[in-house]
């Protein structure tokens, strides 16, 4: 392919699409060589992230923090919602596409270096092409998401300052295992000799803390060497030599949402030799962070609450955070999910509160249809000790199922829009929906929907 300036960002994802081999080993070494190639390297501290649900929520933290330190951040996370660009943020703020489209030709280049061509999978192309937009915009710190698992993932190829393994749980079985255990030992594969290795997890599976022990990581536990406390009010955490207090909650919403900070706290603590951070950057950083797509509450009425749990782990923590809020007449849910994804555990983890499933069908072939999620949560509902008549009905885009769910909702009920990163960010792809309730005569569209 032609290294031209001449090409779209969405011809060289286009690209990258179709250079995919069939078959791919799930080794570095391509990886590692391409990288090589590129003389990729990193100058300042870098934190990779790994875990089975809260990387980006600690990404994000972490970033807010060290912004209001007054550092020059970069954020690699995936996948996005609605637009590539998503996946990279300098500074806060998400690269342009002629930025990525340089580092797409580099990474070609390399990738065909002397005729000696080395296959990489859509991912990892992508993955390298933006740590070296990220190793090129002299940064402070960098902070790296990795895509699945950690031990093969192609962030890995970088050798980070700091690990964070956010919560273990079952996910991505045919990659990475049938257990906690498998999983966990995947993901303890970021982790570094003589590094501090944040574990996040109240109760990780045993083979994190061997592996971490087996390579001498500095192994930090949440429990041990850091944790949190407080009331209805407000929070304070403890590391091991420095201590948050009277803290205002994470602009995150969301029980989990305080593990998750306080695996970032303890990641910048381990660093403090390096980048410190003063206590109102906490503040302020932790009061302004922002993420689409976690628990994220968009006011209006009704409520429209959007979130990206896609396993059974991440549902139940979205299913008790919603048992909080306020009292709501009716809940209506818009859902979508891939196929290989543990359906029926998500379904029955929050079946219990749902009182209208709004089923949608997802533009990639690995999605499950709207029919199929139909017929699977016959099955779960059957289980479940409350009434089986919950209405469903079926469509083609979450749009369209956020617009039959709009016409059906009364101002005070609430519309939950959560699964795969395709749902969220099928209802996004406009910007945020803003619901306005019929009945108060404002200006709305067909569907009751307005947008920006």
């Not at 190829?157 to 964070?164: G, Q």
């Amino acid at each position: 392919m032609p290294a031209t300036p001449l090409l779209t960002l969405q011809d060289w994802l286009a690209h990258c699409e179709r250079i995919h081999p069939q078959q791919i080993d799930m080794g570095l070494e391509r990886v590692r060589a391409v990288a090589e190639r590129l003389h990729l390297r990193f100058d300042c501290p870098v934190i990779t992230v790994a875990g089975t649900n809260g990387k980006g929520s600690t990404c994000a933290m972490i970033e807010a923090v060290a912004l209001q330190a007054g550092y020059r951040t970069g954020v690699y996370t995936s996948p996005h919602l609605v637009h590539f660009e998503e996946r990279c943020r300098i500074h806060g703020e998400s690269v342009s596409g002629p930025e990525l489209i340089a580092n797409f030709s580099a990474v070609e280049s390399a990738r065909c270096q002397n005729g000696q061509e080395i296959s990489l999978s859509y991912f990892e192309f992508t993955t390298l092409a933006i740590l070296r937009l990220m190793s090129l915009a002299k940064l402070d710190l960098a902070i790296l998401e990795v895509g699945l698992g950690g031990r093969l993932d192609a962030t890995n190829t970088v050798d980070a300052d700091c690990a964070v393994i956010t919560s273990i749980d079952i996910d991505h079985t045919e990659y990475l295992g049938l257990d906690r255990e498998s999983i966990g030992r995947e993901k303890a594969g970021i982790m570094r000799t003589g590094r501090p290795a944040i574990v996040c997890d109240p109760m990780p599976p045993q083979s994190v803390v061997d592996h971490a022990r087996e390579i001498g990581a500095d192994l930090w536990r949440f429990g041990h060497d850091f944790n949190f406390s407080g009331d209805k009010l407000q929070w304070n955490w403890a590391g091991r030599g420095r201590r948050y207090a009277g803290m205002a909650y994470p602009a995150l919403r969301g029980a989990n949402q305080l593990v998750n900070a306080s695996g970032a706290l303890a990641a910048l603590d381990a660093l403090r030799d390096r980048i410190p951070v003063t206590a109102q950057a906490v503040r302020n950083g932790l009061g302004m962070v922002e993420l689409a797509g976690r628990f994220q509450i968009v006011p209006g009425e009704p409520t429209l609450v959007l979130d990206v749990a896609h396993n059974p782990h991440a549902v139940a923590a979205l299913a008790a955070n919603l048992d909080a809020m306020r009292f709501h007449p009716t809940t209506h849910v818009v859902f979508g999910a891939m196929a290989d994804k543990d359906v029926k555990g998500m379904l029955a983890r929050i079946g219990f509160l749902v009182d209208r499933w709004y089923f949608t069908d997802l533009p990639t072939a690995r999605a499950a249809s709207a029919a199929d999620l139909a017929q699977l949560w016959e099955s779960v509902a059957a289980g479940l000790s409350r009434r089986k008549d919950i209405p469903v009905s079926l469509h083609a885009t979450p749009q369209e199922a956020l617009d039959e769910a709009v016409a059906a909702a009364g101002a005070a009920d609430r519309i939950v829009v959560f699964g795969s990163f395709y749902t969220v960010g099928g209802v996004l792809e406009h910007g945020t929906p803003k619901l306005q309730a019929k009945h108060l005569g404002w200006s709305t569209s067909k569907s009751g929907v307005s947008k920006p």
